[in-house]
């Protein structure tokens, strides 16, 4: 895969046997990549990813306006989900040792 540097915008470049170029912003974080026909030069990419710069900043400007989710403290009724589910944790404390790993039924 190769790579396209536009100031500090770092794109991938993968040339297949496709018809028609595809330009994809991932999240979370705005990587860029550029898929295109095999036929296409790679000065052609160039200019095609600079003339679509204002849309690529759009769409990484989106990302980073995304609420993520908190960091956990694991703490009573703290949300979790599992499965698509949510779920409310429970914490239970007990003054014992954790129970060594041979002993932890599977």
Avoid: C
């Avoid at 160039?46 to 980073?64: C, E």
Wanted: avoid cysteine; aromatic fraction near 8%; hydrophobic fraction near 35%.
């Amino acid at each position: 895969m190769k790579e396209l540097n536009l100031g500090e915008l770092t794109i991938e470049v993968e040339q297949k046997d496709i018809k028609n170029l595809h330009l994809s912003v991932y999240p979370p974080n705005g990587q860029v990549r550029i898929a295109a026909p095999t036929r296409m030069d790679l000065d052609t990419i160039r200019v095609y990813a600079i003339s679509k710069l204002g849309w690529i900043r759009q769409q990484q400007k989106k990302f980073d306006a995304q609420e993520r989710e908190s960091p956990r403290e694991y703490i009573n009724r703290e949300r979790h989900y599992f499965l698509g589910k949510r779920y409310l944790m429970k914490v239970l404390e007990h003054n014992a040792h954790p129970p060594s790993k041979s002993v932890i039924p599977i």
